[in-house]
T-cell receptor, first 111, second 113 residues
Framework: QQKVQQSPESLSVPEGGMASLNCTSS?????YFWWYRQHSGEGPKALM?????GDKKEGRFTAHLNKASLHVSLHIRDSQPSDSALYFC???????????FGSGTQLTVMP | GGIITQTPKFLIGQEGQKLTLKCQQN?????MYWYRQDSGKGLRLIYY???????QKGDLSEGYDASREKKSSFSLTVTSAQKNEMAVFLC????????????FGPGTRLTVL
């Protein structure tokens, strides 16, 4: 069983709309959570991190973490066509050298 | 800032061939990784190296060898390329005191004929 599961697999939203991506982990040792974004033909880039329960906002992007339920989400408001990409959730536990990646959500923002 | 360079960008090989992919980073990071990504899907860890001269196997190490020649470089060898294999190989580096954030290179796209 994958330790980090993402949903949905793919998501289409209209330009200017809200995109919501979800991630659930199965390992209570995870303490560090990341969202990565990968545009076609490029390597993934870190979008934002969240290490504490609650919300973290950076511009149009808001991440939410609930460690009790092992749930992380990413919300993108006012979505732009340039936000179209593959989004990964990733998690790490203290003392581990690995980031465990989910299988990704393909976001398409339609002009 | 720093950068991760992967060479070659595109690699075409024949079935059974041994193929080597190279990665260089100038972040001065201790830890480096190799991942395989099939058809825009998830990342699967092949090998990682915590520090120079260290090698650790990931979940997908069978069929691959790795070498950490020095702190800035990490190579991956496909020991026997499989026909119709097509994937992108991504190199990354990290330091633990940034919440294990990893920085990725642009990838090497492998096609096996």
């Amino acid at each position: 069983q994958q330790k980090v599961q993402q949903s949905p697999e793919s998501l289409s939203v209209p330009e200017g709309g809200m995109a919501s991506l979800n991630c659930t982990s199965s390992d209570r040792n995870f303490q560090y959570f990341w969202w990565y974004r990968q545009h076609s033909g490029e390597g993934p880039k870190a979008l934002m991190s969240i290490f504490s329960d609650g919300d973290k906002k950076e511009g149009r992007f808001t991440a939410h973490l609930n460690k009790a339920s092992l749930h992380v989400s990413l919300h993108i408001r006012d979505s732009q066509p340039s936000d179209s990409a593959l989004y990964f959730c990733a998690a790490a536990s203290s003392g581990s050298w690995q980031l465990i990646f989910g299988s990704g959500t393909q976001l398409t923002v339609m002009p | 800032g720093g950068i991760i360079t992967q060479t070659p960008k595109f690699l075409i090989g024949q079935e059974g061939q041994k193929l080597t992919l190279k990665c260089q980073q100038n972040f001065n990071h201790d830890t480096m990784y190799w991942y395989r990504q099939d058809s825009g899907k998830g990342l699967r860890l092949i090998y990682y190296s915590i520090t120079e001269n260290d090698l650790q196997k990931g979940d997908l190490s069978e069929g691959y060898d790795a070498s950490r020649e020095k702190k800035s470089s990490f190579s991956l060898t496909v020991t026997s390329a499989q026909k119709n294999e097509m994937a992108v190989f991504l190199c990354a580096s990290s330091i633990p005191d940034r919440g294990y954030e990893q920085y990725f290179g642009p990838g090497t796209r492998l096609t096996v004929l």
